[in-house]
C-alpha cells in the first residue's frame, strides 16, 4: 500500500518562500509520476507541477519561474520549492503519486499554504 506524507506548509507573507515535502512508503518510488496540486476553496483542484521518473518536469503557468519540483528517488521524497509567493497562491497543496503500469494513482492528506498580503 502506498502512503504519502506532505509537510512544509503554513503561513506566509507575499513575496516570502516555502519548501514542501512529500515522502512516500510502499510502492516503487523510481517508477512513478509525482505531481503538486493545490485546491483553494470553492475552486476545483488544479495541477500546480509534475515531474517524471526521467526527471520531465511540468508547471502550470501561474507559477512558472517561481515554483521549483524536485524528487530525491534515494529518499523517496518528492520536493516543492515555492518562491515569491503570492496571496492567490493560498490553498491546500495535495501530494500526488502516479503509477501508468499499473494504473494506480495515490494522494496525500494535503498541506494548508497560506499567503498573507
Known amino acids: 500500500q502506498v502512503q504519502l506524507v506532505e509537510s512544509g506548509g503554513g503561513l506566509v507573507q507575499a513575496g516570502g518562500s516555502l519548501r514542501l515535502s512529500c515522502a512516500q512508503s510502499?510502492?516503487?518510488?523510481?517508477?512513478?509520476?509525482m505531481g503538486w496540486y493545490r485546491q483553494a476553496p470553492g475552486k476545483q483542484r488544479e495541477l500546480v507541477a509534475s515531474?517524471?521518473?526521467?526527471?520531465?518536469?511540468n508547471y502550470a503557468d501561474s507559477v512558472k519561474g517561481r515554483f521549483t519540483i524536485s524528487r530525491d528517488n534515494a529518499k523517496n521524497t518528492v520536493f516543492l520549492q515555492m518562491n515569491s509567493l503570492k496571496p492567490g497562491d493560498t490553498a491546500v497543496y495535495y501530494c500526488?503519486?502516479?503509477?501508468?503500469?499499473?494504473?494506480?494513482?495515490?494522494w496525500g492528506q494535503g498541506t494548508q499554504v497560506t499567503v498573507s498580503s
Open positions: 500526488n503519486a502516479q503509477f501508468p503500469a499499473v494504473g494506480h494513482n495515490y
Open positions: 510502499g510502492g516503487t518510488f523510481w517508477l512513478n509520476i
Open positions: 515531474i517524471t521518473s526521467s526527471l520531465v518536469t
